[in-house]
């Protein structure tokens, strides 16, 4: 009987292959590179990737395991995907088939062959996308054409920032530059593939149904973690096939099989949930401008406030720089950004009168007003007056925060819940008292202040139901909310029509935090809030759209360069001081984190770990306790590694890597290269 070795990567955290035996069953075809098998491991059977075939192998007769199934009905993965992998896992030091693994639909991993078989043959019934004509496609703007112009003739790897103002029609520069590249494609008759990523999966249902209506009759699939389970294999499984011609996504889509793919779009680039912040820590940007440089593609950068890193690869013309100055909507101009003193003018239930008077003013004329506060719950701390008792949860170094509607207590770090509890725990007085705002304690605030007001709540907690955040955006969109409250949900990409009014409640905590970027994330936050406003053309006679943001410090030079539109002075800026105090982009940084149930355990893990090899031209940092110490009854810390040099910083990193894997610890860890939250 025919038989081969084959060489297979396992999710486990053991970097290694492990060897299984095929025979030949029937008339079954030799198993291929890029193929999923299921195996026996340990008492286990699991997915496993075939990345060589041996005629040989070192592990003994008696041990040597057979395979159980090959999924030979599926496609081999291409070799460019997992180069893809191959690359994640050497970068973020990882083993390949932690990273192989995981991205894929678990149903794939786990479907029996039937079950299987039955996905596959659905999808080769599906229709290709639906009839009809295109919807009209609006001329584009001079500057629009020529970004659309420089996309669709680039030729081989082209990074190219899209720096536009928000509403400047970006959306429609990645819709026609991907039309003109399928369409080129198509004429040479190739089959073509464009991969968009979004950063949020709210952001998906609109842009979707616009990219419909553009491309009838061509297959368009989303992935992202909203799918149920079934829906992301098929969507999966077209874009591995070929199929599927215009892929939608979020972060995780960057992982995905794209055969054909031939340009890359990623949305709002600087945005933090591109960046993976568990399992495998990988900024799905940063992987895919390695892609687009593997398949000598386009890859579109596009923002209104790009990312620190990706404005000095502009400026430094390693990406091409496309620039929109205006606004698209004819008339349609960047709202006036003011100031409100909030220690002039004081604010009553959260709000300035200034703020109240131009919610009033909205209202008398039938316009939208957004409100824009980064905190969810009614109150962050529940606090005794009579003792000093606050609402701690008792497993983080964290408050329980007060949700009044659900009737709890909540930690946000832990998900504890507990009843509100009716007198202090501590001495029994009654009288509680919610300390600080968040987004429930405005709306029952507004409500009281304005009762004929549709006032909607837009929040991690609103939307926890599947299609109450769609059903939300929706009534927004058909005007039938007047003032709409919510977090940064609210803040990103949305196109609302109707808005005339943004106002930013309590922007100030950013401005003194201890990480480096919180300035850098709070400038691109408020100025997409603010990019919300004003959308529409300014009807005749009408007064221009309105940003207010209330503040205590309304003088601070970041409020100064929000007012002023002013991204290009404030980067500038920002970047000299990156410069002069070696922060990254100056600098490459990897953070090793441990956690255990002791605090000293993780420490102790961390200091050996510092001097455990030797280390020139990398900096090793003391390791210390996260400033969230303890989550969940597990005490945290870190250690911080910083070199100017990547290439020197990955040396150093595979070989700490082989030492700490040998390392016998009780503390649980972890590395994260290109850290974001330090
Ligand atoms: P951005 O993503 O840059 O914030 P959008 O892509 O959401 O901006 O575009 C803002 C609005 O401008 C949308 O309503 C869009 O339909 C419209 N738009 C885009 N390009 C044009 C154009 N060339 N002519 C007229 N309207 C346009
Ligand atoms: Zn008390
Ligand atoms: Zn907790």
């Known amino acids: 009987m025919e038989q081969r070795i084959l060489q297979i990567v396992l999710d486990t955290p053991l970097d290694r292959t492990f060897d299984y035996r095929w025979r030949r069953q029937g008339d079954e075809a030799l198993p291929q590179i890029g193929q999923l098998a299921i195996v026996p491991f340990g008492r286990r059977e699991v997915a496993g990737l075939i990345i060589g075939l041996a005629e040989q192998t070192e592990v003994p007769d008696g041990k040597l395991k057979d395979v159980l199934a090959v999924r030979s009905q599926l496609a081999p993965l291409p070799p460019q995907w997992l180069a893809l992998c191959g690359f994640a896992a050497d970068y973020y030091q990882r083993p390949l088939g932690e990273v192989a693994l995981p991205g894929l639909p678990k149903n794939l991993r786990t479907l029996t062959t039937t079950a299987l078989d039955r996905a596959l043959k659905k999808l080769a019934k599906l229709d290709a996308g639906h009839d009809g004509n ?25 990074p190219l920032l899209l720096y536009g103002v928000t509403g400047s029609g970006k959306t429609e520069v990645y819709l026609q530059a991907a039309a003109r590249i399928l369409a080129q494609h198509e004429a040479a008759g190739e089959v073509a593939q464009v991969l968009v990523l979004v950063p949020e999966i709210n952001l998906t249902p609109q842009l979707e149904s616009n990219i419909r209506a553009r491309f009838p009759g061509v297959h368009v699939v989303s992935l992202h973690s909203g799918l149920a389970e079934g829906e992301r294999t098929l969507s999966w499984l077209a874009a591995h096939q070929g199929q599927a011609r215009i892929v939608l996504g979020t972060r995780l889509a960057i992982l995905s099989s794209l055969p054909h793919l031939k340009l890359i779009v990623i949305d709002e680039e600087h945005d ?30 596009g923002s209104a406030t790009p990312s ?95 949700h009044k509607p659900e009737r709890r207590l909540r930690c946000h770090h832990c998900s504890l819940e507990l009843y509100i509890p009716k007198a202090c725990p501590t001495c029994g007085n009654v009288d509680l008292q919610p300390l600080g705002r968040g987004t429930q304690r405005v709306e029952e605030g507004l409500q009281a202040m304005f009762p004929e007001a549709r006032i909607l709540r837009i929040d991690a907690d609103s939307t926890r139901l599947k299609g109450s955040a769609q059903n939300a955006f929706d009534s927004v969109h058909r005007g039938e909310v007047d003032i709409l409250i919510g977090t940064q949900m609210v803040a990103k990409g949305h196109d609302f029509k109707r808005l005339t009014l943004v106002g930013v409640m309590n922007p100030d905590t950013a401005l003194f935090s201890h990480d480096y970027r919180a300035s850098e994330r709070l ?74 149930a002791e605090l000293d355990v993780a420490l102790a893990f961390l200091q050996d770990a510092a001097t455990c090899l030797e280390h020139p031209g990398i900096t090793i940092n003391d390791p210390i306790p996260m400033t969230m110490t303890r989550v969940a009854n597990v005490e945290r810390a870190q250690l911080l590694i910083e070199c100017p040099s990547r290439p020197a910083l990955q040396a150093f990193l595979r070989d700490w890597m082989e030492v700490l894997r040998q390392t016998k610890t009780r503390a649980k860890w972890s590395l994260e290269v290109d850290p974001v939250d330090i």
């Open 272 to 301: 933090p949930s591109y960046k993976q912040q568990e399992g495998l820590r990988y900024s799905a940007r940063d992987l895919a401008v390695w892609r687009a440089h593997q398949l000598a593609i386009p890859v579109v950068l």
């Open 523 to 596: 400038f691109a936050q408020l100025m997409q809030v603010a990019g919300r406003a004003g959308r529409a053309g300014q009807k005749e006679g009408g007064s221009p759209s309105e940003v207010l943001i209330q503040s205590r410090y309304p003088h601070h030079p970041l409020y100064g360069a929000v007012a002023a539109h002013d991204y290009d002075g404030f980067a500038t800026q920002l970047l000299e001081e990156r410069q002069q105090a070696a922060l990254p982009p100056f600098l490459y940084q990897a953070l090793l984190r441990a956690e255990a």
């Open 308 to 402: 620190l890193e990706t404005w000095q690869h502009a400026q430094a013309g390693r990406y091409r720089k496309l620039q929109l100055r205006e606004r698209a909507v004819r008339d349609a101009v960047l709202p006036k950004v003011k100031m409100i003193d909030m220690e002039r003018d004081r604010p009553n239930d959260g709000l300035t009168s200034t703020l109240v008077a131009a919610l009033k003013l909205r209202l008398e004329r039938g316009e939208q007003s957004l409100l824009f506060l980064n905190r969810r719950g009614y109150a962050p701390v529940l606090n005794c007056d009579a003792c000093g008792w606050i609402s701690n949860c008792m497993r983080c170094t964290s408050f329980m925060v007060l």
């Open 134 to 158: 295109p919807v009209n496609t609006p001329q584009l703007k001079p500057e629009q054409q020529e970004a659309v112009d420089a996309i669709a003739d680039a030729r081989g790897f082209a």
